[in-house]
């Protein structure tokens, strides 16, 4: 499985960014994909998740209600939808495919490289 994030880039504080995050290799119809961030100095810290399945998503509090997750069957093509942006959300956005459910970055076993999202005051 290769992962390839996407979308990053600078933006002010209160806009918007979508990520994609495209699978290949096999494809992951029965797993949970998620996106992770970190911060520089920072540990790597979850971000939100999404059941591939049944689509059922799960999120940090600290992102809940300004971010969304989604994801595209035909395309295997996973998303994250940023809106209402702060400086603290400035780190490097990670997507992953997890082995179980859990918020640990050691519940998931293929990662992608990363993007890199700056976001302005």
């Known amino acids: 499985v290769q992962l390839q994030a996407s979308g990053g880039g600078l933006v002010q504080a209160g806009g918007s960014l979508r990520l994609s995050c495209a699978a290949s290799?096999?494809?992951?119809?029965?797993?949970?994909m998620g996106w992770f961030r970190q911060a520089p100095g920072k540990e790597r810290e979850f971000v939100a998740c999404?059941?591939?399945?049944?689509?059922?998503?799960y999120y940090s509090d600290s992102v809940k209600g300004r971010f969304a997750v989604s994801r595209d069957n035909a395309k295997n093509t996973m998303y994250l939808q940023m809106n209402s942006l702060k400086p603290e959300d400035t780190a490097v956005y990670y997507c992953?495919?997890?082995?179980?459910?859990?918020?640990?970055?050691?519940?998931?076993?293929?990662w992608g490289q990363g993007t890199q999202v700056t976001v302005s005051s």
């Open positions: 992953a495919r997890a082995l179980r459910y859990g918020e640990h970055p050691s519940n998931y076993n293929y």
């Open positions: 999404i059941r591939w399945g049944g689509g059922r998503t």
């Open positions: 290799g096999r494809t992951f119809s029965s797993h949970i």
